[in-house]
């Protein structure tokens, strides 16, 4: 029997946590302190137990006498008393070594916080409370001392039970004492045999299944260990993805703020552009008027000096302003090259929220798994819970089967089912908190999705934005092709303009050399006429003609349209020759003349001759 009830309270005591090695390394003193008091009051309370089993063992100790081999029979109360003995006895050692396991280790925790507090040279209230501890332990050491002495005296009526365990040959897996009974019938005996062998089997099958419990409440405080670690893995896994959601709260902040400077650029692009193209409707109207006044120039080569001037003025102007035109397309072209650089960017920061999107779903998907998977651990963990509560409603109804048979027996074992009860509810306030932790973990799962449901809508506004960039990057582009384009036009129009200016100038110089060749013959003509006038009236006047100029005008007779003068004199032939040729007259006057030769009047023929001189 004694064997037994050490096996039980051994595995009890493995059931229990150990109190030096469970605590945790990073616990601070404070807590440790508090552990300790309150061992200490649960090892006192346990003591002031003890010392009372010790004076009911003493007093039922005294009341039993034991009996001598010689007697014939052993009577049913002897029987009954020695065996409440043995297991009060056995009971008694037990808690004994326990408590000194306990205060064992409570000196281990004492040694490690004093190491601690003087590494630490921390304040004296903790050194206080440590030499209280250490005095009520020694206080419990000599208890324990002393009721090991008076549980020394219990072996006279102890060792009459392991002696009368060889005699009858009837005994227990249990180390039970033989129940031997004085009857002399040979059926009551095999009845009282009979008896004790099923309250063996039912007291087995009990041990059994507090056996079965205990591994169970192991498996479940196991389960409960790795639940507790898996939950502390997903706050942390939480934790990481709450700090991944304010970075991209903070990415899309930036890329916030980027597309509002690009939008900014984009509108002072814009009113660059307008101020473009009012600038070239300008210069366009320029060229227009330049045009105009070339085709006025080429019209009129009198005011080719002016107008090429003020050409020439409006050329420079127009140069001027192309290059001002080129500065401003180079302006907007290194601004659409930083507008495609920072749109490069939002893109690339755009693909790192994608990307950090893409592991919170992942993260997020992980953590529904876990949960899922902690849900179904927690089910399987109350479906055990209801097992256990099933075994224990039939052991409590077993026990009260038993408990008419064996009363000590069954106040033992209900004190086992109680404490397994009470680890049963241990268990279940765990499962509880599992549960509640579960429920908060789903309410920061669907506050996360929402997180990640307000962060899509930023990246599809960013996107939506970027998009807008593209578009009004494309138009500028496009207009920027147009306005490379128009300056093309306008800069072959230009050239042209200088060309024709060129022509004009070219035309003004070949002209004015013309002027001034016709001048000069005009004057030579004039100059000859003015001679020859004088001349012909210093011959009318005297009205001679002289051999030499007789031999000088001595030409063949004149033709006039193909008909030569037959009917004229010879001097009127060579008079009409000399004006005619001499002068340099026009066609009218020739044909006055012809006509008054005609008429073979002298003296209208030298009238007509001296008029025409004279013109």
Known sequence: MDTVIYRDDSDFQESAPPYGDAMNSEASNVEILTRVELDLAFASEKLLNLEMLVMEIARRATDFEPPTFEDESISSETAESAFELDILYGILDAEVKELVNLISSLQADIRGIEHRVYEEESGGKVKAKLDAATMTLKQMQELIADIRNESAKFEKAIQFIHETEGVEGVGSENGHLPYQTGMQTEDQHRNVLHMLEQSIASELDLEKKLSDSKSVIEDLKLKLHHQEKEIYFLEESTETVSGRMFEAENASELLFGTSKELANRLNTMQFHISAQKCREDD????????????????????????????????????????????????????????????????????????SELSTLENTIKNLKGDVSRAECRAQNAEIRCMQLTQANIELNEELSAL????????NLLEKKLKESNTQLEHAKA??????????????????????IEDLKGKVSKAESRAGSAESKCTLLTDTNLELSEELAFVRGRVENLENLLREANHAKVSTAKDIGIRTKIITDLVRKLALERERLHLQVQLGVWTPAACQSFCRPPPVMDGEPYENLDHGEAHDFWMCSQGSNLTLPTKNILYAGFIEKSPDASAKILWESCST
């Open 430 to 451: 765990a499962v509880d908190a599992i549960v509640e932790q579960q429920g908060m973990l789903k309410s920061t799962m669907s506050d996360m999705e929402n997180m």
């Open 403 to 410: 408990k008419s048979e064996k009363s000590d027996k069954a």
């Open 283 to 354: 210069l366009k109207s320029k060229l227009e008027q330049s045009l105009t006044k070339l085709s006025f120039l080429e019209n009129s080569p009198e005011k080719v000096e002016e107008d090429s001037n003020k050409a020439g003025a409006e050329v420079i102007s127009l140069q001027y302003r192309l290059q001002e035109l080129e500065k401003q397309l180079n302006e907007s072209n290194s601004q659409l090259q930083s507008a495609m650089e920072s749109e490069e960017t939002s893109q690339e920061e755009k693909n790192a929220l994608h």
